[in-house]
């Protein structure tokens, strides 16, 4: 474990690991920071349908007007249909943070679909909860299950491929499936707060964090996606600190030695593995520091340092 440590304790990092993509593949992102902007390069921001204005609220880490807050009787996000919003075909993936307070429509919570038919099938892909039997699905197949309560913050995310559904919660991995139907591509809005098979559903609560790939993320990139705060994140980027330490030896067998030069301060030091669990995390201000790898399988992990300086991460092989 890490020597000299003033206070273990576990970080949460937002910044985006090397090894870890949450950006190509990005057809929309929703961060709802009191607006309906999509902040990928595909401008598909969003229209809102309900009977008044959108109400922004706090998000999961209590950041106000961070999330939208959805009534459960009429309100929703309309997205038009385009070339990047159909272009879910061959793999997708579909994630965002919930927080559901009522189950206005029976058991089902309509968290999103890419449709405006009547059926089922007419979605191209959706996600949503069967609250009754706590099993998460996409279109038309029950991907996994889990104990969902209300009033409390989930993040989902569902990974497709054609040969199998993956789900995650709260950034881990929980169940798969072999997908019922393939994406059928339509060219129906992408709706966030309804879905429209056989009746109108809603959802009555908070969401936040609205992703959509034309690709299927890995599970690292479903744990990086899983910290990401788009509101904090894109309004105070954090510098990057490309200076002022060695990391030796790479790759490492037993100790891994980090040695920092220049102004002695109070540094956030973490190892993460290439899941994005971390392993091994603590402070400390000292000028040299060093992590036990004892125990620790062979594979790729990240170093990440955070101070005043700024952040610092570096690839480590053992």
């Not at 038009?80 to 994630?95: C, G, M």
């Not at 979605?123 to 609250?131: A, D, K, P, T, V």
């Not at 744990?223 to 490492?252: F, H, I, Q």
């Not at 980090?258 to 400390?284: D, E, H």
């Amino acid at each position: 474990m890490i020597k000299n440590l003033l206070l273990i304790l576990l970080i949460t990092f937002t910044g985006i690991l090397s090894g870890q993509d949450i950006e190509t593949g990005l057809v929309a992102r929703y961060s709802f920071c009191g607006d309906l902007t999509d902040e990928s390069t595909n401008n598909n921001d969003g229209v809102f349908m309900g009977p008044s204005a959108p109400a922004f609220t706090a998000d999961v880490y209590g950041n106000e007007n961070s999330a939208i807050y959805m009534n459960g009787v009429g309100d929703w996000v309309k997205i038009e249909p385009s070339e990047s919003i159909n272009s879910p075909l061959e793999e997708a993936t579909v994630a965002c943070w919930v927080y559901y307070q009522s189950l206005a429509f029976g058991q089902w919570v309509a968290i999103c679909a890419k449709t405006d038919g009547v059926a089922v099938l007419d979605r191209q892909y959706s996600l949503g909860i069967n609250h009754t039997t706590g099993q998460i699905y996409w279109h038309s197949t029950y991907v996994a299950t889990a104990p969902m309560q209300l009033n409390t913050w989930y993040h989902i995310a569902i990974t497709y491929t054609p040969e199998m559904l993956k789900c995650y919660l709260d950034g881990e991995f929980i169940g798969e499936a072999v997908p019922v139907d393939p994406i059928a591509q339509n060219d129906e809005p992408f709706e966030i707060g309804r879905d429209t098979p056989v009746a109108i559903d809603y959802f009555h609560g908070v969401l936040d964090e609205m992703n959509i790939y034309s690709r299927a993320l890995s599970a690292s990139d479903v744990m990086a996606l899983k910290n990401y705060n788009g509101c904090t994140n894109s309004s105070t980027p954090e510098k990057r600190w490309d200076g002022n330490v060695d990391v030796y030896p790479n790759p490492v067998v037993s100790e891994l030695h980090i040695r920092f030069q220049g102004k002695r301060m109070l540094r956030n030091i973490a190892l993460i593995n290439s899941l994005g669990q971390v392993v091994s995390a603590g402070q400390s201000d000292s000028d040299r520091v060093e992590i036990t790898m004892h125990g620790l399988q062979n594979g790729v992990y990240f170093l990440q340092v955070h101070s005043a300086e700024g952040f610092y991460t570096q690839k480590i092989l053992k």
